[in-house]
T-cell receptor, first 114, second 113 residues
Framework: AQSVTQLGSHVSVSEGALVLLRCNYS??????LFWYVQYPNQGLQLLLK??????LVKGINGFEAEFKKSETSFHLTKPSAHMSDAAEYFC????????????FGSGTQLTVLP | DTAVSQTPKYLVTQMGNDKSIKCEQN?????MYWYKQDSKKFLKIMFS???????INETVPNRFSPKSPDKAHLNLHINSLELGDSAVYFC????????????FGPGTRLTVT
């Protein structure tokens, strides 16, 4: 079964610093990969997705992620953190044959320090 | 225009009661889902449903049942509520043509006392 691992349940960065949130997947067949953001008391919003093609994908709010098959990783980055980026971030995957069901990582709480 | 909406936003009820959460999407998507987010914010799929098939996560108790009156709605019925059912429940929808990108509703916070 597909599994998604997010390293670091809490990440703190200073405003203006690089944001790096880590995600690894387990499937031997590259899945579709997603990053979602959840602001307090809200639903999940899609940041970006990888399906096929270019391995560096750009999303909303200045975020991007790179699919690395050799490392089974899909880490999320942003060059310069903003206070408004403070939220919970979820990496997720859909594998072929999984009936379109997302498997989520455990989430990473991002804190941005002034 | 809300793409995926859920009602109610908050639901407080007692153990043993039966309750429903409604979900509607106006995106024309062909598949809808229910997820449960526990107190540690872990998200788990409960059901996925389109007009062809219902996929049930085997760990979901049969007290939970999805009901779809039409393509735009997928309601969640819960019988004999238990304390452990307290969580935030999210509805989502997707379209196969857009590579399964899922749109989420705002969530329903269920508290069982």
């Amino acid at each position: 079964a597909q599994s998604v691992t997010q390293l670091g349940s809490h990440v703190s960065v200073s405003e203006g610093a690089l944001v790096l949130l880590r995600c690894n997947y387990s499937s031997s067949v590259p899945p579709y990969l997603f990053w979602y953001v959840q602001y307090p008391n809200q639903g999940l919003q899609l940041l970006l997705k990888y399906t096929t093609g270019a391995t560096l994908v750009k999303g909303i709010n200045g975020f991007e992620a790179e699919f690395k098959k050799s490392e089974t990783s899909f880490h999320l980055t942003k060059p310069s953190a903003h206070m408004s980026d403070a939220a919970e971030y979820f990496c997720a995957a859909i594998s072929s044959g999984s009936a379109r069901q997302l498997t989520f990582g455990s989430g990473t709480q991002l804190t941005v320090l002034p | 225009d809300t793409a995926v909406s859920q009602t109610p936003k908050y639901l407080v009820t007692q153990m043993g009661n039966d309750k429903s959460i409604k979900c509607e999407q106006n995106l024309g998507h062909d598949t809808m889902y229910w997820y449960k987010q526990d107190s540690k914010k872990f998200l788990k799929i409960m059901f996925s449903y389109n007009n062809k098939e219902l996929i049930i996560n085997e760990t979901v108790p049969n007290r939970f049942s999805p009901k779809s009156p039409d393509k735009a709605h997928l309601n969640l019925h819960i019988n004999s509520l238990e304390l452990g059912d307290s969580a935030v429940y999210f509805c989502a929808s997707s379209q196969e043509a857009t590579e399964y990108e899922q749109y989420f509703g705002p969530g329903t916070r269920l508290t069982v006392t």
